[in-house]
């Protein structure tokens, strides 16, 4: 960070006759050009022609609407105290034997307070820390290795399969003979599958169109099917990251006590699991065809599974294990627990795997379970082929995985500009919204490549309309594809705080910036206010990753910068490489939006990198043309946050 008397040195901000202290007020740069706004075409007519994997929103949302989680994260001096009383790790890391790309890093640390502060931050959470392994510091433990020359020593030999070696564990030598202290207890089965009451008619499951009707996402209304009207690739061959555009036709969409959709507003998409990750772990568990699709009732004892936001409760419904895994159980976005691992171990017949499971599972383990667990996230049917012995039956699987939660995607436009625009047939309403193909190393093939289930699904519903469309059949009237949503987050800070007259500076890059493709399309409808915004875009590379090109409006070119992270720098070029850079650079129209009546700043991305990085070029900044120290300019934006004119929304 830099300090408050030397920023200009690190971060090669302008200095101009509007930068305080020489002009207190800081008024609008004179260099940039007034627009005269009068639309020379209708941009409401530009779609069909158009965003990321699940966002979270972060915790800058102040909606009063949302359920708040009670703040108990532990101070930084705390965990650090608790951390130099343990005593150092006698497991040796060996990362030079592991080139797979890595989630995070489990950090053994040994060093000073000083050091522990260094690593920690200035400002970062303890949590932040200890979330990169089980959270708590238990892996750093003392652990003896085993005597290999002990007459007793049984080496375990390690399963010779494919699976097992994705796994790349770390495992130092380890005997069946090997004692384990402090083993996870057994989770309680919450669950049991029964045979349907007689009396009862088969239940008609929709499983490969629509969740079942007690996957309720938003109580207390019903997941609503709405057609895919149309879907277009908005990225050119060779991006780095596919992105794709959604036109969701939400004509008939119930009325929710007159909620209605807004830009700026987030949906929510429910996605299934795809039916070949659902088959391939009915296959790892051995479970017969003929069984997968058959009724059965499910029964609980407790929580709200297999709903989502429902009562904590028993319940008792007829379903199919297909329709289980498929809408219900997240078998792929999260990294294994011990839960699920001890559930492994005590059904794992080979002694061997199962002397590696209760292994994971143990205090002596603890470092390798925690490099098992930062790895990138593993499948539930690659964990269980790792360990072909291991057939835990399918209740108790259920009872260990997360529940398969719904994804969040930020409208890509002003659902009523949208509604009105020339050659929709009849009197449809379209909400649109752009999505970023998460991908993640498969282990089945080198070098090869899964989605993630959201955007994965996404992109099999694109890639099926685009492919009919090729063959000359209306996908519409043919395929009736449907995505399964609901209204979801139209009280979000991106949705409450977009309005006014003031000006206004949005930042994102990649889809970050889809949201404010309905901020500036809305905006382009009053003119005395088209030219008070400022887009700031940063992408990869702009003729194959730049989302939504020409279609902000006619004076696009004058409201909007693009910054290309890969874009080679030769003499007389701008010194900007990444999206903070630019911010820096205009720093004149930062500082006079976020001091102006009404101004409002946006940022919306990715938290790691763009993110972290915009925030920091923001505090430089306000520390240049302020003329403030560091701590007046964490004061500053913090402040601007509690007025809503700096609203952030990173995932």
Known sequence: ???????????????????????????????????????????????????????????????????????????????????QDLPTAAVNFNEQQSSRPRRASTTLITESRAEIQRILGEGESAT??????????????????????????????????????????????????????????????????????????????????????????????????APLYHARELTKPGAEKRTFHFDLDVTDYPDENGVDFKVGGAIGICPPNSTEMVDELFDVLCIPKFVRDK?????????????????????????????????????????PTKQLIRVMAEHAADPNERKILFYLSSAEGQAAFCDLRTTSHLTIAQLLSAFPSAK???????????????????????????????????????????VTIHETPDWHANGGYRTGVGSGFMERMAQAFINAEAEGIDPREILNLRIPMF??????????????DGPMVLIGAGVGMAPFRGFILNRLKNA???????????????????????????????????????????????????VQDEVRLQ???????????????????????????????????AMQKGGISEAEAKEFWAKKKEDRQYIAETW
């Open 487 to 500: 209204r979801g987050l139209m009280a979000n800070p991106l949705s409450r705080d977009f309005g006014g």
């Open 295 to 335: 009724s059965v009732t499910l029964k609980t004892t407790t929580g709200r599974w297999p709903t989502i936001w429902g009562e904590d409760q028993a319940r008792e419904l007829v379903t199919t294990r297909r329709e289980l895994l498929t809408w219900c159980a997240d078998i792929q976005s999260n990294p």
């Open 392 to 434: 835990p039956p399918l209740p108790e699987l259920l009872s260990v995985l997360n529940q398969l939660m719904p994804r969040f995607y930020s409208l890509s436009n002003d659902p009523h500009i949208s509604s009105a625009r020339p050659g929709l047939p009849g009197d449809r309403r379209l909400i649109e919204m752009a």
């Open 128 to 225: 932040q820390l200890i979330s990169q392994c089980c959270g708590g510091g238990c892996c750093l433990l003392k652990t003896s290795a085993p005597d290999t020359s002990a007459p007793d020593f049984e080496a375990v030999v390690l399963p010779d399969t494919k699976a097992f070696k994705s796994l790349n564990l770390k495992l130092g030598p380890l005997s069946l003979n090997t004692p384990l202290t402090n083993t996870f207890d057994l989770p309680p089965v919450n669950m049991s599958f029964e045979p349907i009451p007689s009396k009862e008619t088969n239940h008609v499951s929709t499983v490969h169109k629509m969740p079942p009707t007690y996957v309720q996402p938003h109580p207390p209304y019903d997941v609503y099917s």
């Open 528 to 578: 005395n206010c088209a030219n008070k915004i400022w887009l700031i875009q940063g992408v990869r590379d702009s003729m194959l990753d730049e989302i939504y090109s020409g279609e902000l409006g006619d004076h696009e070119r004058e409201i909007k910068k693009v910054v290309q992270s890969r874009k080679t720098r030769v003499a007389g070029e701008t010194d900007a490489k990444y």
């Open 1 to 83: 960070m830099a300090s408050a008397t030397q920023p200009a040195a690190l971060h090669s901000i302008p200095t101009t006759s509007t930068s305080h202290p020489q002009d207190p007020i800081p008024s609008e740069p004179r260099a940039i050009p007034q627009l005269s706004i009068k639309p020379t075409r209708d941009h409401t007519s530009m779609s069909p022609r158009s965003s990321g994997e699940s966002i979270e929103w972060s915790g800058n949302s102040s909606d009063s609407d949302a359920p708040i989680t009670p703040s108990t994260e532990p101070q930084v001096d705390e965990i650090i105290d608790k951390l």
């Open 587 to 621: 720093a004149d129209i930062v500082w006079f939006v976020i001091n102006a009546l009404d101004g409002r700043i946006f940022v919306c991305g990715s938290s790691k990198g763009m993110g972290e990085g915009v925030e920091a070029a923001l505090m430089d900044v």
